[in-house]
């Protein structure tokens, strides 16, 4: 089966027990705790090897993802159990302009052994819209 070249926003199934809901985990290789401090900007990366499952725990931030030349770019925040679905060769990196750090977890599938390439940033080749980052932002904000 062929990977998809695109990436996916994949809202999480429940259940609920009382005033608790309980989220399905996802199924991984391996699962990352990843923090992004208030005001920055992270490095872009693109993977041969994986596909990330990013879910936002604490915060927000907003996705930038390079696809066929465009930034896509997907805000996310702890308000909502949602996970992007990264698949390999997407070059995607994260953007939170707030003061508060977001907390994210990242359950990885790996399609091959890891290889250095994956995990080597990337430079931004052309500056992403921060018009467009603080529309994703309000957005998140009036969800909230």
């Not at 930034?71 to 994260?94: N, W």
């Not at 250095?116 to 080749?125: F, G, L, N, Q, V």
């Not at 980052?133 to 904000?141: G, M, R, Y």
Request: some cysteine; aromatic content about 8%.
């Amino acid at each position: 089966m062929g990977l998809k070249a695109d990436y996916e926003l994949i809202k999480l199934p429940y259940t609920t027990m009382g005033n608790a809901k309980f989220y399905e985990p996802l199924s991984s290789d391996e699962t990352m705790l990843v923090t992004l401090p208030p005001q920055s900007v992270s490095q872009l990366f693109v993977h041969l090897t994986h596909t990330d499952h990013l879910m936002v725990l604490k915060g927000q931030a907003v996705h930038v993802l390079l696809i066929d030349g465009d930034y896509h770019y997907i805000g996310m925040s702890e308000d909502e159990q949602q996970v992007l679905k990264i698949p390999p060769k997407i070059v995607h990196g994260a953007i939170n302009f707030t003061n508060e750090t977001c907390t994210m977890v990242n359950a990885v599938v790996r399609h091959r052994l890891a290889i250095e390439a994956d995990y080597r940033p990337i430079e931004w080749r052309f500056p992403y819209d921060p018009e467009k980052v603080k529309a994703c932002q309000k957005l998140l904000s009036l969800r909230s």
